[in-house]
């Protein structure tokens, strides 16, 4: 059974930092392209983030470049979005997801329906 365990969210500051870890079990973890995506109440899942199997690409949103770096540790099954220089307009559940195949281009890894696995999300809340 594919798990993948969110945590590291809460409530912070504006202009402040988080690290969110997602732990993977059940799956072959260095196998998988893995991903953030984050969702604001009342609004669609949005792509945040994403990075190749083995760490040697990744991919941000827009608005998120300069200001999150997605990691991973494959011996540990985790990966990371370190997210500094928050904005209230970041707060959402954060969810991490896995993905099988290969894409580099934004029309694809943005899209969710790609992603296998997800997990139940942490929420991140920055207060102005």
């Known amino acids: 059974q594919v798990q993948l365990v969110e945590s590291g969210g809460g409530l912070v500051q504006a202009g402040g930092s988080l690290r969110l870890a997602c732990a993977a079990s059940?799956?072959?973890?260095?196998?998988?392209?893995m991903a953030w995506f984050h969702q604001a109440p009342g609004k669609e899942r949005e792509f945040v983030a994403r990075?190749?199997?083995?760490?040697?690409?990744?991919y941000y949103a827009d608005s998120m470049k300069g200001r999150f770096t997605i990691s991973r540790d494959n011996a540990k099954n985790t990966v990371y979005l370190q997210m500094n220089s928050l904005k209230p307009e970041d707060t959402a559940v954060y969810s991490c997801?896995?993905?099988?195949?290969?894409?580099?281009?934004?029309?694809?890894?943005?899209?969710?329906?790609?992603?296998?696995?997800w997990g139940q999300g942490t929420q991140v809340t920055v207060s102005s």
């Open positions: 990075i190749a199997r083995d760490g040697a690409a990744t």
């Open positions: 059940g799956l072959t973890f260095k196998n998988y392209h």
């Open positions: 997801a896995a993905d099988l195949y290969f894409t580099n281009t934004l029309t694809n890894y943005a899209r969710t329906e790609r992603y296998d696995h």
